[in-house]
C-alpha cells in the first residue's frame, strides 16, 4: 500500500482529534496545498478545457471540490487558457501545439541521431557531442504515448518505453525520423 503526504496530513488529524478533543479551528492548508497541486499536475499533463473536466479529474485522484473552489484555485495559481485549443496551462509556458511539438522532433531526430539500439523496453540513443539534451527535450515535449520518459547525457539518450511493443514502435518512429 502506497502512502502519500495527504494520508499523512489525514492519519494525524484523526490521531490529534482522539488525543486533543473539543472544536478546534482546521486551516485546511494541507487539503488546499494538495488540491493545488492536482490541479498542476493535470494541467501539465493533459489538456483541460473546463473547469467541470478539472473537477471530475480531481475528483478521480480522491480530491472533492467545487466550483467556486476551482476556480479560485485557478486564479491564484495564474492558470490561462491556450489560444489554440483553450486548454488550462500555466502562465508563461510557451506550450507549443502537439503538431507543431511532433514537427520540431522529427527535425530534431533527422539534424542529431545517429544510432538506436533496443534492449527490451528500454531505447538508447545515440547523438553527436552535445546534441542529446535537445533531441531529448524534443522527445519530452512531443509527449509520445510510447514513451514513459528520457534520460540524456552528453551524446546519448534513455528513453523509457512502457512495454515491449511499444519500444519497437519508437525504434522504427525514430528510425523513419533520422533515414536510417
Known sequence: MKIDEYD?????????????P??????????KSRRQGLILELVDREPLHSQEE??????QRGCEATQATISRDIKELGLVKRAGDRAYQRQGVDVAS????LNALERA?????????RV????????GAGQAQPLALAIDRAQLPEAVGTIAGDDTILIVARDDRRAVALVKRFETYAGL
Request: with cysteine.
Open 8 to 20: 499523512v496530513a489525514t492519519y494525524a488529524e484523526i490521531v490529534y482529534s482522539q488525543v486533543c
Open 22 to 31: 473539543g472544536p478546534r479551528v482546521s486551516t485546511g492548508h494541507s487539503m
Open 54 to 59: 478539472l473537477r471530475r479529474r480531481l475528483l
Open 98 to 101: 502537439p503538431e507543431l511539438a
Open 109 to 117: 531526430a533527422a539534424s542529431f541521431l545517429r544510432r538506436i539500439d
Open 120 to 127: 527490451q523496453q528500454l531505447v538508447v540513443v545515440r547523438t
